[in-house]
Nanobody, 120 residues
Framework: QVQLVESGGGLVQAGGSLRLSCAAS???????MGWFRQAPGKERAFVAA????????IYADSVKGRFTISRDNAKNTVYLQMNSLKPEDTAVYYC??????????????WGQGTQVTVSS
């Protein structure tokens, strides 16, 4: 069974950067993967997604130009480089199979996520 482990979060000042990682264990896969985030009191929201071979990416309007999603299939890992962070980026960040989340039935159980806190 595939498990997802997110890491790389932390506390950073506004304008700073963080790089998140999402490692999948259990078996190799080349699904389109997405990053999602959940702020306190809000529903989980889409952040970015990348195609199975990394050739196509999409972003939420709120992070375009600041965040970059990438992947290393040899390592079964998806990354999220976050630059110019804003306090409104504060949330727990998760990864999962993109289309399955969009369809409302996440293919893999959600991991524990990684907390990102941006201070003003």
């Amino acid at each position: 069974q595939v498990q997802l482990v997110e890491s790389g979060g932390g506390l950073v000042q506004a304008g700073g950067s963080l790089r998140l990682s999402c490692a999948a264990s259990g078996r190799t896969f080349n699904f389109a993967m997405g990053w999602f985030r959940q702020a306190p009191g809000k529903e989980r929201a889409f952040v970015a997604a990348i195609s199975g071979w990394g050739g196509k990416t999409i972003y939420a309007d709120s992070v375009k130009g600041r965040f970059t999603i990438s992947r290393d299939n040899a390592k079964n890992t998806v990354y999220l480089q976050m630059n110019s962070l804003k306090p409104e980026d504060t949330a727990v960040y998760y990864c999962n199979v993109y289309l399955s989340v969009v369809a409302g039935k996440p293919q893999i159980n959600w991991g524990q996520g990684t907390q990102v806190t941006v201070s003003s």
